[in-house]
C-alpha cells in the first residue's frame, strides 16, 4: 500500500521462487506466495510480476493470473532451460521480461529473447542486473553498460529495465546506479523494497523502504533523448561535426602506428627477436597512462585502450613472421 500510495511505482514484483547460490538458503515461499500476490494486487491496483525458472512456475504463476513473468539471470545462461520456459508460453499472451546472464555474454541474453520470440511472446523486454565479476569492485555486480548499449543497438525495439538494487547491493549506491540508468535511457528501474530492509530474509543490504524508494525517485532527472530546439541541434551537429573529424584523425593515426608495427615485426624476424618484449611495453602503460591522467584521460580507459592496441599490434606482427616462416619453409 505505501509502494502504490508514492504514485511512482507501476507493477509489484515478488520472489516466490528463488534460486540461489548455495543451498540452505531462504528459497521464497512457493505457490502460497501467489496468492499473496493476487491479494496485493487486489488491494493495490498494480500488476504484479514474479520470477519462472521451469514450466511447472509458469503454470502456477498463469494459473494464478500473475500479469507479467520475468526470466532470472541463472536461467538465462541455460538454452534448455530457456526452451522449456519457452514452450511452456506457447499461446499464451503474457508479457515476460528477460534478466542478463550471470556471465558477460550477450549472446546468451539475445537468445533467451528470440527462443522467447519464436514461442510467440511479443511482448517482451530485457533487464540489465549487471555481471558477477570475480574481481571485487564498489558494485555487487559489474554494470558493464557497454553490453546494455550493444543490446539496444542490435534491437532497438527492445525496452531495457534497469535493476539497480542487483547491480549495487547496496541501498545506498541505487540512487546513483538508477541515475546512471536514465541517463543512458533506460526504459525503467526494477528497486527492491521493504517495509523494514535489515529484516528482509533475502538480499537485506540492497533493500530500500517504500520511503527512501519515493525520496530516490524524487531526486531522479528524466533526461529526453533529443531536443526540439533549433539551438540545440545546431549546436549539437556542429560538435558532431568536431568528433568525426577526430575519430578520422584518430583511425589515421592507429593505420600509421599499425604500419611501423608491420616493419617492426619484420625488423624481429629478421634479427631473431620475439614478439613481445615486456619491458618496452610496461614502459608504453607507464608513459601513456601518465600522460592520459595529465590529460584528464583516467587511468582504466587508457590501460584498456592500449591493451586493445598491443593486442592488434601482437596479432600483425604474428601474422608477419608466420607468412615469413612460410617463405623460408618453402625455399
Known amino acids: 500500500k505505501q509502494l502504490a500510495a508514492t504514485g511512482k511505482v507501476h507493477a509489484l514484483r515478488a520472489g516466490i521462487w528463488k534460486p540461489r547460490t548455495r543451498p540452505g538458503q531462504f528459497e521464497g515461499v512457493g505457490d502460497v506466495g501467489l496468492e499473496w500476490m493476487v491479494s496485493a494486487r487486489k488491494e493495490t491496483g498494480l500488476p ?23 526470466v532470472g539471470a541463472r536461467t538465462t545462461v541455460n538454452p534448455f532451460s530457456v526452451q522449456e520456459i519457452a514452450d511452456s508460453l506457447k499461446g499464451v499472451d503474457v508479457p515476460v521480461m528477460v534478466k542478463n546472464p550471470v556471465n558477460p555474454d550477450l549472446e546468451l541474453w539475445i537468445g533467451a529473447l ?5 514461442a510467440g ?11 558477477s565479476s570475480f ?4 558494485f555487487r555486480n559489474a554494470p558493464m553498460w557497454e553490453l546494455a548499449i550493444e543490446l539496444k543497438t542490435r534491437i532497438p525495439e527492445l525496452d531495457i529495465i534497469c535493476d539497480p538494487s542487483h547491480i549495487t547491493g547496496a541501498r545506498d549506491l541505487i540512487s546513483f546506479v538508477s541515475q546512471k540508468a536514465l541517463d543512458m535511457d533506460m526504459a525503467g528501474l526494477m528497486i527492491e523494497s521493504h517495509i523494514t ?18 525520496k530516490i525517485l524524487d531526486a531522479l532527472i528524466v533526461r529526453t533523448p533529443s531536443s526540439d530546439s533549433k539551438s540545440f541541434k545546431d549546436t549539437l551537429v556542429a560538435l558532431r561535426e568536431q568528433i568525426d573529424q577526430l575519430d578520422d584523425d584518430i583511425m589515421h593515426k592507429l593505420s600509421a602506428r599499425m604500419k611501423i608495427s608491420e616493419k617492426i615485426g619484420q625488423y624481429k624476424k629478421e634479427n631473431g627477436v620475439t614478439i613481445l618484449q615486456v619491458n618496452r611495453w610496461e614502459e608504453i602503460i607507464n608513459t601513456r597512462v601518465a600522460m592520459g591522467l595529465a590529460m584528464g584521460i583516467s587511468e582504466d580507459f587508457s590501460k584498456e585502450f592500449l591493451k586493445l592496441v598491443h593486442q592488434e599490434s601482437i596479432q600483425i606482427q604474428t601474422r608477419v613472421m608466420n607468412d615469413l616462416t612460410d617463405k623460408h619453409a618453402k625455399v
Open 48 to 70: 504484479i510480476t514474479t520470477e519462472v525458472a521451469t514450466a511447472a512456475h509458469v503454470e502456477a504463476a498463469l494459473k494464478a493470473g500473475v500479469d507479467i513473468l520475468w
Open 114 to 118: 528470440e527462443r522467447l520470440n519464436k
Open 121 to 131: 511472446i511479443t511482448k517482451m523486454a530485457a533487464i540489465h542486473r549487471g555481471f
Open 135 to 138: 574481481e571485487k569492485g564498489p
Open 197 to 214: 530492509p535489515d529484516a528482509a530474509w533475502s538480499d537485506a543490504k540492497q533493500q530500500v523502504t517504500p520511503t527512501a524508494l519515493s
